[in-house]
């Protein structure tokens, strides 16, 4: 019964894998650089270890602004999010899974009657407007410093087209690992606080806890997505959407894996909040609209002349429709799973659960000015403990 | 990784022994053209023969390069630029060998005032040639400085533009038939026509070194 609550999850990672991960490697096999069989290895094995390893980020932001404590309401959030995705790439719309899942979520905690987390919402939306522009200005830069490099470093045009092609192939993989990391919230997130897996112990090897087996399973269903429809999706975008050259196709995939990466890293949020610097918010961000701010950043980089306005309205549109559409889809799905199917969409929340969440948002605040001394993987497993008190 | 790097070393190496054939087209020409004026009829034809050879294994390795390049699918946004100026300097190449064979079968009668300037015609066009060949190279190697080569094939372009000028201006004013005065007028022409062809192939290659980094 658990798997079958787990599908919705299962068909999101499925799509992900189908959609997004041509942003990673479509110019590459579009152009024929990089066969899709080896792309599409490379993708599935670095998209589970950074789901896996680090996943959890960007997961504990979306649970803060909404727990979906119960499965069946995992099941309809996920549901809700993925229908959303599907329904506006089949009007040719643009949209972000990150934002269709918040949308979901927030119809849940309307339809629960559970607070919305204003905080978190903002420092979710702020993140999406970031994300293009700090795709961009990573683009700008190391455009502008490859074009100061190349034409003076003498190599022969024929090694720049094998060097060009491993740095597909590396960066992709760095891209793989950083859509795992940020995105395994949008396949998976909605199910942590309802996740039915326990922890793994493999000897005195390693341990894989729950959530890891979660995020391992998005992420498997997100390979699959890779192997079975990304190729003519890759195809589409190698070829039709953006002209870019090999260097510059770089250049744009490289800019999204680091700002995937920013926004989905807690080694490096732990290092900033150590050295009393602003930390980045891990927050589940659209690969897709930062692709579209990299290759902004490298027209402007060329100049700023052939900026598409069109493409970018359509872009900040998608901010506002998407988690809209898919909060009132949501919220409708869950009525007829509570009413109709007469499933359980929320567990109720008692004082104690709301005194220990409290403590939880404390032990919160204590980790930024103490972060040396806190070992957050024990906060998240403290959690996880409370969650099995009756 | 490392037998890609190694098919990639392989692969520039022709292309550089293709540019190798035709830089050698050109010095078989200049030697050939000078046996002719020169009256030594053992040494042209050698050279005859040789540029043919040259030829005919410059159009093998052009064909291998090219087949290589779209198989192993390299340089895709550059590989059509590739292929055309390869093309191009064979179009070159291919203008001194007919130009050689036209002087072996139509064996033009050459005034003596005019020889020298023959020579010089001869030795300008080659020049363009060669100028040519090293702004395809650098085309690949050295994308900054393929203007400054283009620079110098144009300038023997207009100088062999004059010379055939200066020949045909003494040929005409010369006592001689007319159909000798055509015939030489043509020979000129043919000689200059390289310099042409190799400025052709400049045309082209600016505008495929400004697509390389757009």
Same mark, same amino acid.
């Given at each position: ?7 919705? $999850? #299962? ?30 290895? +490379? ?11 680090? *996943? ?14 119960? #499965? ?32 979901? #979520? ?18 979710? +939306? ?40 491993? =740095? ?56 699959? /997505? ?49 050295? /009393? ?13 930062? +692709?579209?701010?990299?290759?902004? *950043?490298?027209?402007?980089?060329? *100049? $700023? ?7 970018? =309205?359509? +872009?900040?549109? /998608? ?36 005194e220990i969440q409290h403590q939880n948002t404390q032990i919160d605040t204590l980790k930024n000015s103490i972060i040396d001394e806190f070992d957050l993987k024990k906060n998240i497993n403290i959690k996880d403990s409370i969650k099995m008190i009756p | 990784m490392a037998v890609l790097f190694k098919k990639i070393k392989n ?9 190798? &054939?035709?830089? !050698?087209?050109?010095?078989?020409? !200049? ?7 020169? @009256? ?14 040259? %030829? ?15 198989? %192993? ?17 064979? !179009? ?64 023997? @372009? ?6 055939? %000028?200066?020949? !045909? ?12 005065? &055509?015939? &030489? ?30």
């Amino acid at each position: 019964m658990i798997w079958l609550y787990l599908l919705s $999850g #299962i068909f999101l990672g499925w799509s992900l894998g189908a959609n997004d991960t041509a942003n990673i490697f479509g110019t590459a096999v579009g152009t024929r650089m990089i066969r899709f069989r080896t792309a599409a290895i +490379v993708t599935a094995v670095f998209v589970v270890l950074g789901a896996v390893i680090s *996943g959890e980020g960007a997961t504990h932001t979306l649970g803060k602004l909404g727990a979906v404590n119960a #499965i069946a309401g995992s099941f309809t959030v996920a549901l809700a999010a993925a229908v959303t995705v599907a329904w506006m790439t089949k009007l040719k719309l643009p949209v972000s899974t990150s934002q269709a899942i918040v949308g979901a #979520i927030i119809g849940w905690n309307f339809f629960t009657g559970s607070p919305t987390d204003i905080n978190t919402l903002i420092k979710i +939306v702020t993140t999406w407007v970031l994300c293009p522009l700090l795709a961009a200005a990573f683009a700008f830069v190391i455009y502008k410093f490859t074009m100061a490099v190349l034409p003076r470093s003498r190599v022969h045009l024929l090694q720049q087209d094998s060097y060009n092609r491993v =740095g597909l192939l590396l960066v992709g993989a760095f891209g793989a690992y950083s859509l795992g990391a940020n995105n395994i919230a949008n396949v998976m997130g909605v199910f942590v606080p309802a996740n039915p897996f326990t922890d793994l112990s493999f000897s005195t090897l390693f341990t894989l806890s729950g959530t890891q087996q979660l995020f391992l399973l998005g992420a498997i269903a997100i390979g699959v /997505g890779v192997f079975t429809y990304s190729y003519r999706v890759m195809l589409t975008v190698g070829n039709d959407l953006f002209k870019l050259t090999p260097v510059a196709a770089l250049v744009v995939v490289l800019s999204e894996s680091i700002v995937l990466f920013l926004f989905a890293s807690k080694g490096l949020e732990t290092w900033l909040a150590s050295h /009393g610097l602003p930390t980045i918010p891990l927050v589940p961000v659209s690969s897709s609209q930062a +692709v579209i701010g990299a290759i902004i *950043g490298i027209v402007l980089a060329k *100049g $700023g002349r052939g900026i598409n306005m069109k493409v970018l =309205g359509k +872009v900040s549109s /998608g901010w506002i429709t998407t988690p809209v559409i898919a909060a009132v889809i949501s919220f409708i799905g869950l009525y007829f799973a509570q009413n109709v199917f007469e499933q359980k969409v929320v567990e109720p929340i008692n004082e104690t659960r709301i005194e220990i969440q409290h403590q939880n948002t404390q032990i919160d605040t204590l980790k930024n000015s103490i972060i040396d001394e806190f070992d957050l993987k024990k906060n998240i497993n403290i959690k996880d403990s409370i969650k099995m008190i009756p | 990784m490392a037998v890609l790097f190694k098919k990639i070393k392989n692969l520039e190496a022709q292309i550089d022994n293709y540019l190798d &054939m035709v830089v !050698k087209g050109g010095f078989l020409f !200049k030697q050939g053209i000078k046996y002719f004026l020169e @009256e030594q009829t053992d040494e042209f034809e050698s050279r005859l023969v040789s540029i043919d050879t040259t %030829e005919s294994d410059a159009d093998n390795l052009r064909r291998k390069i090219e087949k290589r390049l779209y198989t %192993e699918t390299l340089i895709p946004e550059s590989r059509g630029d590739v292929l055309g100026l390869l093309e191009a300097c064979d !179009k070159v190449l291919n203008k001194t060998a007919e130009t050689l064979h036209q002087f072996s079968v139509e064996i033009p009668f050459i005034l003596p005032e005019v020889k020298n300037f023959y020579i010089e015609l001869t030795d300008i066009s080659v020049s363009a040639l060669e100028e040519m060949v090293a702004a395809v190279r650098s085309y690949f190697t050295d994308i900054n400085h393929v203007r400054d080569h283009i620079n110098k094939v144009q300038l023997y @372009e207009s100088e062999s533009d004059k010379i055939a %000028e200066k020949i !045909k201006r003494i040929v005409f004013r010369s006592d001689i038939r007319l159909s000798q005065k &055509m015939h &030489m007028r043509y020979f000129a022409l043919h000689i200059e026509s390289i310099a042409d062809e190799a400025e052709d192939v400049c045309d082209r290659l600016s505008i495929a070194a400004v697509k390389r980094f757009i």
